[in-house]
């Protein structure tokens, strides 16, 4: 079974940093569609970090460019998000996802929750004036 597992979140200042690490099991990421999405409460699921099957392109969320890069080690079958600058609007839960394409549905684009048929539960994040 395809598990997704964040790890790395916690309560920052606002200005310090946080990496976000998602370990896949049961599930390559090499070649695959990954992205860090985010939920604050009340707030609709949105996406923040994309990288394509290439492993080098990335997309970024408007609010978070220049602040947050995301990247992937192959050879731990992780994926990253590095966040810096953290402002109290970063609050949040933090999800992994990637994208199955045997199962997946239609392509909606690289941010677009309706791209991503897997998912990992989440870690928290909280950053404080």
């Known amino acids: 079974q395809v598990q997704l597992v964040e790890s790395g979140g916690g309560s920052v200042q606002a200005g310090g940093s946080l990496r976000l690490s998602c370990a896949a099991s049961e599930y390559t990421i090499s070649g695959r569609y990954m992205a860090w999405f985010r939920q604050a409460p009340g707030k609709k699921r949105e996406g923040v970090a994309s990288?394509?099957?290439?492993?080098?392109?990335?997309y970024y969320a408007d609010a978070v460019k220049g602040r947050f890069t995301v990247s992937q080690d192959n050879a731990k079958n992780t994926l990253y998000l590095q966040m810096t600058s953290l402002r109290p609007e970063d609050t949040a839960n933090y999800y992994c996802?990637?994208?199955?394409?045997?199962?997946?549905?239609?392509?909606?684009?690289?941010?677009?929750?309706?791209?991503?048929?897997?998912w990992g539960q989440g870690t928290t994040v909280t950053v404080s004036s």
């Open positions: 990288i394509i099957p290439n492993g080098r392109t990335t």
């Open positions: 996802a990637a994208r199955d394409e045997l199962r997946a549905g239609i392509w909606a684009g690289p941010l677009a929750p309706g791209s991503y048929n897997l």
